[in-house]
């Protein structure tokens, strides 16, 4: 293994609350500090830890297209790490959710013959899933990049719920400081419909990034998606609108004695969304 190595963490979505003492403690002691957070105050712990911690900040210039942005980064990582240095890169959220470069900085280091590995992280998810009460084992959970679902025609289930990330940037491969505009989101509302009735409600979903501060919850119908303050950073939350069917041949084969599960008090299991009393499913 060549001397240099390189350790991948995240600062969660929370200022500084969501480090975790494992990431805490690989920036403290790296040989080489190099970051990209979304906001003043996590950049200034950073640099309070580091005074000579770098920012990847500067790889943005507006309508510079993101991809290049990402393979700049990615040289700038691994420089010092060619340099025999040990070096900690930090990224917003968890640092392998919707982060390009933090993936292939990883893959061309180990390519390399450096010693380098991901911490996990908070990410935006994890806080929809406190902050909404979404049980994803419930149900099951469906997630997609929103320009992705649509540009690669993505399959869905409608008896499970959705997660579609950066809806205020459909469309949009540049980087646009001063917001995006609507028309990708009016194809994603459209596209939608073809599933969803224009009725249905949704959830539009933005994590706090502050301890003073609540996260944004917008219940809305699918049709004012278009009227609502949209920020590139909101996720959409689409609630199942059927029910999932019972698969009676399927419980059989698989020898369930539905009996000795836990039952809720209205007589069903609490994973079986259906209208079937107990009873029933046992005698089909």
Partial sequence: MKKGSLVIAGTGIKSIQHITLEAKMYMENAEKLIY???DPLTSSWI??????????????????????SYIEMIDRILQPVRNGLDVCAIFYG???????????????????????????GISAE??????????????????????DLLVHKRKFDITSPLILWQIGMVGNLGFKPKGYDKEGLNILVDFLKQSYSGDH?????????????EPIIQHI?????????ISPICTLFIPQANKASLDHAMIKRLGMDL???FITKDGKHPNVHTVESLSQIKNN
């Avoid at 968890?94 to 996990?120: D, Q």
């Avoid at 994890?126 to 320009?147: M, Y």
């Avoid at 119908?221 to 303050?229: A, F, H, T, Y």
């Fill in 47 to 68: 640099k309070d830890i580091n005074p000579d911690a770098e920012s990847l900040y500067d790889c943005y210039s507006e309508n510079k297209p993101r991809i290049d």
């Fill in 94 to 120: 968890h640092p392998g959710v919707f982060v390009y470069p933090s993936h292939e900085v990883i893959k061309k280091a180990k390519a390399e013959g450096y010693s380098a590995k991901m911490l996990a």
């Fill in 259 to 261: 009996s000795s599960l």
């Fill in 221 to 229: 119908k699918l049709n004012d998606l278009l009227n609502v303050k």
């Fill in 126 to 147: 994890d806080c929809l899933f406190a902050d909404l009460g979404i049980d994803p084992g419930k149900t099951g959970c469906q997630s997609f990049e929103a320009t």
């Fill in 201 to 213: 409600e949704v959830i539009v979903y933005e994590a706090s990034q502050y301890s003073v501060t």
């Fill in 36 to 38: 990209l957070v979304a």
